[in-house]
């Protein structure tokens, strides 16, 4: 019986180095990794020129909106643009209208991603105002849960230290990890009104209104917390040399915490944004070059955990306003983050285990997705074709995502994505989207 298909003429990473070899897929899954004359016959080939084939990103940090707020991104657009950038595992965040944070929401989500999908989705849920609802949340297949502490998103009381501690506990029992966006909110709140009553709505006030303390404040309070709950902690976007130091004292220590940087902290500072205006802007916002460099040296020491692009569409008009506090933070990155990443390599910044590593391996022990992120047999069949050597520059008018604006825009790249398989099935080819609505699935927690 031949297997579905058998991709040849590959250079492989599997197990920590590049093999030259082929690849068989059969029931979605890699069934073997070999030499061609090793390898079943196949229904289908097809031959990767002898380009280089990694296990696909897994981006934990994705707002796939729709629902309410489809008109800024849908789960079509959204898993496009994933596709598009070689990632084929979302996991998608609660800030919804109306907010996932209870099974009836999270279960409808999942309806509507599971028709419209092209690669595989994962969802967070916010916490109920009830933490006895956690266990039907996780049930429904929830795989982690966001804590935003810069403002209330779900059901918890934010500034309630107990109410986090029972928060931690409830779902640190049953193993389930708890993401956060760590900024203080008093801290927020307070620069802004000093901000506003100085007649600022200039982007650089807005950075004055996000400073690094109250990303501080915020991460320390929540380390104080997880040293006193078994929960694993997962720090979001960590962008501050300041609060880097913080979480990595404490994972230092032992505790069982990780975390993620995005591509838009690592690559810009705060200098750039008078050059891209709000365009640039996020929460937290870029930092100065210092801090830049301070991610850079923890990446080189292997202490960041992974990358997240934090894809956060808007549309144009919600980001080109006229005060900057009317503007929507948020950047999108799917379509961004691969190809700005193998940049990194060609500089010799990054290696190609390190990227592995950083947007495929940990993200999927972090997040508990069993047989996902590395390229080995009886995986699911989730690769990336990259052509390492391809010069071209960032053109986000090309973008699938409803977002089509980026800092990156014209940001001249060597390396792009040109093939991407879901479950064994090709999804992207050179750019081009080949999968209908409703190919990828819906992966639950497995416990
Ligand atoms: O920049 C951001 N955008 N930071 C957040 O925390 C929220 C996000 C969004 O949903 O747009
Ligand atoms: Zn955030
Ligand atoms: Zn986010």
Redesign the pocket.
């Known amino acids: 019986m031949p297997v579905d298909t058998v991709l040849h003429n590959a250079k492989i990473y599997t197990r920590g180095r590049i093999v030259e070899a082929g690849l068989a897929i059969d029931e979605e899954r890699i069934f073997k990794i070999a030499k061609e004359t090793n390898l079943p016959p196949a229904s289908t080939k097809i031959d990767l020129k002898g380009n280089l084939t990694l296990p696909s990103l897994i981006d934990p940090h994705v707002?796939l909106r729709d629902q309410q707020l489809a008109y800024k991104e849908d789960f079509f657009s959204g898993t496009a643009a994933a596709a598009a950038g070689g990632v084929t595992l979302t996991i998608d965040?609660p800030?919804n209208k109306p907010v996932t944070m209870d099974s009836k929401s999270l279960r409808e989500r999942m309806r509507l991603a599971e028709k419209r999908v092209v690669i595989n989705v994962a969802f967070y849920s916010a916490f109920p105002e009830n933490l006895g609802e956690v266990p039907s949340i996780i049930e429904e297949g929830a795989v982690a849960f966001k804590l935003?502490m810069?403002q209330k998103i779900g059901g918890l009381d934010i500034d309630d230290d107990d109410m986090f501690l029972h928060a931690f506990n409830a779902v640190g029992k049953m193993g389930v990890p708890v993401a956060v966006?760590a900024e203080d909110r008093e801290t927020l709140e307070n620069m802004r009104r000093r901000m506003e009553k100085a007649g600022r709505k200039d982007v650089e006030a807005y950075v004055k209104a996000h400073p690094p303390q109250a990303e501080v404040k915020a991460t320390k309070r929540i380390i104080q917390l997880g040293k006193k709950s078994s929960a694993h902690l997962h720090f979001c976007h960590v962008s501050s040399a300041a609060a880097l130091n913080a979480v990595l004292e404490a994972k230092n220590m032992g505790l069982p915490f990780t975390c993620e940087v995005t591509p838009h902290h690592l690559l810009m500072s705060s200098e750039d944004l008078k050059r891209y205006g709000t365009l640039a802007l996020?929460?937290p916002p870029l930092r100065t070059k210092d801090d830049v460099k301070a991610l850079w040296t923890a990446l080189e020491h292997g202490s960041i955990d992974a990358l997240a692009s934090?894809h956060?569409p808007?549309t144009m008009e919600e980001k080109e306003v006229e005060s900057v506090w009317d503007a929507?933070?948020?950047?999108p990155g799917l379509e961004t983050m691969l190809p700005l990443l193998l940049t990194q390599i060609n500089d010799g910044r990054l290696t190609i285990s390190d990227l592995v590593r950083l947007t495929s391996e940990k993200p999927a022990q972090i997040f508990n997705l069993r047989g996902r992120g590395s390229l080995d047999e009886g995986n699911h069949a989730d690769i990336v074709v990259v052509d390492i050597n391809r010069e071209y520059k960032i053109d986000s008018s090309r973008f699938y995502s409803k977002a089509r604006y980026s800092p990156f825009d014209d940001w001249k790249v060597k390396g792009k994505p040109i093939k991407t398989f879901v479950n064994g099935q090709l999804v992207m080819d050179e750019g081009e989207l080949v999968a209908k609505p409703g190919t990828g699935q819906i992966v639950r927690w497995e416990g």
């Open positions: 707002h965040m800030n935003y810069s966006h996020a929460d934090d956060a808007h929507k933070p948020g950047i």
